[in-house]
């Protein structure tokens, strides 16, 4: 490794936690307060909500829960859908203030970070670099550790689940002692932290691999579903497409509630060309006009026009030139409205190639029959990649991403109930998966057909964790014995 390339030098967690114990701060009873999530339907009275600015705080943390017998939860920031940030009576930690990049080996593609983190910050610190994440969520709006907790998926068809582009982990565990794990060293470990909701402790740096910052050129089809399953199945053989996403445009008339597939892929163009002739090309987007682009949000929850046309601004940017670093930052935040009657909620299922068609047909169907108000539905392709315990990608899969809107009142929340359960089922009878971040809709016996992996989850964490310190609602509902 080239030291020089090192920004900065990577100190050792052992000088760290010696320096941080010299006037250290006990945890304080604080006053309970209620958390929610991104829903707004998981209102819950937790014990405190702590903000460690180091590992020493966070050790105290730890001590304190274990000598009051209180359970500790885990939040990044709160987009899960069904309590996975929190646990009543619990201490939530937020790691945001332990946010720093410890580490860049430009040569070697590197970069080690605590994983408060957002992506947002990685990708202001490495674009002067000349350098792009890897994988990570379509939007940067998420922490490194929500994402390493939910084992996020991307829109780079070459790339499968986050867990591909990680290196190496830090975890704090429930005996105070904070261990190395990798694919070689607590392999076990490794495997169940990424993709485990916080339960096996608490991840407090990752070493992940990064990449050039390239350009990419859209092109953008208009397609049949058929058409669209011909291409999903080609698009991660082809090395010249760096991105790949679609959208279903739903119908103005007739009894069909879809109609096209809007489908998006960024082919790489000559990245040195465009650097050297466009060096703007590189510089990175921000949002704008937010505020206007939330009431149109509200629109498009309401009205069937606005859903079936919601697409036509993507399909406009035909032939842009893009870097990497800007296709992985949509304007995101005017997604997350709080709309006074009704929330805003998205699902991700995964489905095999083949049996998209399928998938998409029950889809329609429980929609139509429910009158279920799904406003956008897409589609992205992922590799098959085991490496997570509980791995959603078995085999290659269309990632297919849900956003509905819901009624805050419980009639619909028991709608959007059996909505799920349909699909959930519908999912594993067609050998996919529903993603866990979501509302808890899904039943015992559904989380273990979909992850018949998860018992020797719960087993595993039990080991680490014989205790039960780390605690969530998603927990409670499937782990707890």
């Not at 082809?238 to 279903?248: E, K, L, N, R, S």
Request: aromatic share 10%; with cysteine.
């Amino acid at each position: 490794m080239n030291n020089a390339r090192l920004v900065p030098i990577l100190v050792p967690l052992s000088a760290l936690l010696a320096l941080a114990g010299c006037g250290k701060q006990p945890v304080h009873q604080t006053t309970p307060r209620t958390i929610n999530d991104f829903s707004r339907l998981n209102a819950t009275v937790i014990h405190s909500l702590q903000t460690p600015a180091s590992y020493q705080e966070l050790q105290d943390i730890l001590q304190f829960a274990t000598k009051n017998n209180l359970k500790i939860s885990l939040a990044g920031s709160r987009h899960s859908q069904g309590g996975q940030a929190f646990y009543p009576g619990a201490i939530v930690i937020s790691l945001r203030k332990l946010n720093k990049v410890l580490a860049l080996d430009a040569q070697q593609k590197l970069i080690t970070v605590q994983t408060g983190a957002t992506w947002k910050e990685i990708q202001e610190f490495l674009q002067p670099h000349g350098l792009a994440v890897k994988i990570m969520q379509f939007a940067n709006l998420f922490t490194v550790g929500g994402s390493l907790s939910v084992n996020c998926n991307g829109i780079d068809p070459h790339c499968g689940p986050f867990i591909e582009s990680v290196r190496s982990l830090k975890i704090l565990c429930a005996d105070d002692k904070i261990r190395t794990a990798s694919r070689t060293e607590h392999p076990e470990l490794f495997s169940a932290a990424i993709g485990g909701y916080g339960l096996m402790g608490i991840i407090v740096e990752a070493t992940l691999e990064v990449v050039e910052d390239s350009f990419y050129k859209r092109e953008n089809l208009l397609l049949s579903l058929p058409e669209y399953v011909k291409l999903l199945k080609t698009v991660g053989q082809d090395p010249q497409i760096g991105f790949h996403f679609a959208f279903v445009t739903f119908s103005l008339t007739g009894t069909q509630l879809f109609s096209k597939v809007a489908a998006f892929n960024f082919k790489k163009v000559d990245t040195a060309k465009w650097r050297r002739k466009h060096p703007r090309k590189r510089h990175l987007f921000q949002e704008s006009f937010v505020d206007i682009h939330r009431i149109s949000v509200g629109l498009w929850a309401q009205h069937k026009f606005y859903k079936a046309l919601h697409w036509v601004p993507e399909g406009l940017r035909h032939g842009e030139v893009i870097s990497r670093n800007n296709i992985m930052r949509p304007p995101a935040s005017h997604l997350y409205v709080e709309l006074p009657k009704s929330t805003n909620l998205l699902q991700e299922y995964f489905i095999p190639v083949d049996n998209l068609m399928s998938f998409v047909t029950a889809v329609e169907y429980i929609t139509q029959k429910l009158n279920h108000n799904l406003m956008h539905m897409a589609f992205r392709f992922i590799p098959k990649n085991t490496e997570s315990l509980l791995s959603y990608t078995s085999t290659d899969v269309a990632g297919v991403v849900l956003f509905f809107n819901q009624p805050l009142t419980p009639e619909g929340n028991e709608q959007t109930q059996r909505w799920t359960r349909y699909l959930i089922d519908t999912a594993i009878k067609l050998g996919g998966r529903h993603y866990f971040p979501i509302q808890l809709h899904a039943t015992k016996e559904q989380v273990r057909q979909a992850y018949p992996q998860i018992d020797k989850f719960f087993r595993l964490k039990r080991k680490y964790d014989p205790k039960e310190m780390f605690a969530n609602c998603f927990y409670a509902q499937y782990g707890v014995r």
